[in-house]
């Protein structure tokens, strides 16, 4: 084990933070605390991130265009982001995921018609599984596709589509038989060639990037759009979800270490009882438990990272820094709000936005509790889903 960045890691992490610092703070900070950044704009800021490999291209493979970046290179230089914005954070790991599902679970046809304006950031992808009556059971999924001919005719209504307003296409999964499980399967449509309706939703947290209901009514889609063959099931895309599971986690990392700088500062600046706040030792004891928090979080979220990148399974590990990562940091965001007594709860200081965002992320990806059932199920080897 090395607890240690690499020198390349260093400088990449270094040249990225001087780019977070410096263009894209001042244009997020315009969109705080509640407004929707524009597609246009999200997309203008996946192009300035292209040359980091931080713009939806870092760990696609060189032969397919991508920058062929390692997971744990690319999870630090995205922790940062989210540091500095959880909301472009969110958008840009739904954009690299589609880009990365594109590449290891798409037909070629797919891939090339798609993969290479994503990695130009012309286009944004979305992907779509819940519904209104279905989210931690996967297995339930209702939107229909039915087989006409030579084309796939997609019915029902997805829900919490993370980019799903600003979405050129969505990799919807689909029903084809009724089969359980293994009568689901995932196609791609295309907001311009086959038509879908988006309605963004207002939330919590996160609200300059966007979530959204899509409407597929009676869509007709060529049966080539279908990703994966009818029947499959979606077994190979749970390789996505250790994938996607970790990346979760380091969003809520970027929050929580986002609050925990704000709160350091403050705690520094502000004066009670005839001193700064940060010399008493209550405060301290909060700052020193967030901080643990906050690297016990990291550790579990880059061992999952180098697991992966060592080509190993890892559904617990991803599991377990999903699970932690987001809990702590609603702790870690908490204990900010805290720190800045009623400064905390103002619009004025940062931190109710940084509690809020990090409130969201114990639910996307499968919730805390499905987590701890993956936990469970391991431990045990009794599963307690069925
Ligand atoms: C910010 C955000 C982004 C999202 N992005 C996307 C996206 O891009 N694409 C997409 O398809 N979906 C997305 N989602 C949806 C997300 O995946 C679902 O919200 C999630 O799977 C939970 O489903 P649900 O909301 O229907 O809750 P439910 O499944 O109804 O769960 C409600 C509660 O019951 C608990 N529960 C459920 N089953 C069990 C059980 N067996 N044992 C114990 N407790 C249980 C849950 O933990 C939860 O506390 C997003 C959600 C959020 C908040």
């Not at 999964?173 to 309605?199: N, P, Q």
């Not at 969003?251 to 502000?270: F, H, N, P």
Request: hydrophobic content about 40%.
């Amino acid at each position: 084990m090395n607890f240690l960045p690499t020198e390349e890691q260093r400088l990449a992490v270094e040249g990225f933070n001087r780019f977070l610092e410096t263009k894209l703070r001042p244009i997020v900070q315009r969109y705080q605390p509640d407004k929707l950044i524009e597609k246009e704009r999200m997309l203008e800021i996946f192009q300035l991130m292209l040359p980091y490999g931080m713009g939806g291209n870092g760990i696609i493979a060189e032969k397919h265009g991508g920058m062929g970046m390692p997971w744990l290179t690319y999870a630090l230089m995205y922790e940062q982001l989210a540091r500095v914005s959880g909301d472009v954070a969110i958008s840009l790991l739904i954009q690299q995921l589609g880009a990365y599902s594109l590449e290891v679970c798409s037909n070629d046809a797919m891939r090339d018609k798609y993969l290479p304006r994503m990695l130009r950031a012309e286009i944004i992808a979305c992907s779509g599984i819940s519904e209104p009556g279905v989210g931690s059971n996967v297995a339930e999924v209702t939107c229909r596709a039915k087989q006409d001919g030579d084309h796939y005719v997609v019915t029902g209504e997805k829900t919490w589509i993370s980019n799903g307003h600003y979405s050129d296409f969505c990799m919807v999964v689909v029903r084809t038989s009724d089969d359980g499980a293994k009568g689901l399967s995932m196609i791609l449509v295309d907001r311009a060639e086959h038509g879908y309706e988006s309605r963004n939703i207002d939330k919590l947290g996160l609200n300059s990037t966007s979530t959204a209901q899509l409407f597929f009514d009676g869509v007709r889609v060529p049966a080539g759009n279908m990703l994966i063959a009818p029947g499959a099931g979606l077994k190979s895309t749970l390789v996505l979800f250790e994938k996607a599971r970790p990346m979760v986690g380091l969003t809520s990392v970027g929050i929580a270490q986002a609050a925990l700088d704000k709160a350091v500062a403050y705690a520094k600046e502000r004066r009670q009882h005839g001193k700064p706040i940060g010399a008493h030792q209550l405060i301290q004891g909060m700052l020193a438990e967030a901080a643990i928090e906050l690297d016990a979080a990291k550790l579990l979220v880059y061992r999952a990272f180098n697991l992966i990148d060592h080509g190993v399974r890892c559904e617990v590990e991803s599991a377990m820094a999903k699970c932690y990562a987001t809990e702590i940091a609603v702790d870690v965001a908490s204990k900010a709000v805290q720190i800045h007594g009623g400064n905390g709860i103002t619009k004025d200081f940062g931190v109710e936005l940084l509690f809020r965002n990090a409130r969201m992320m114990t639910i996307p990806d499968g919730t805390t509790e499905i987590q701890k059932l993956i936990i469970g199920r391991a431990l045990t080897g009794l599963n307690a889903f069925s």
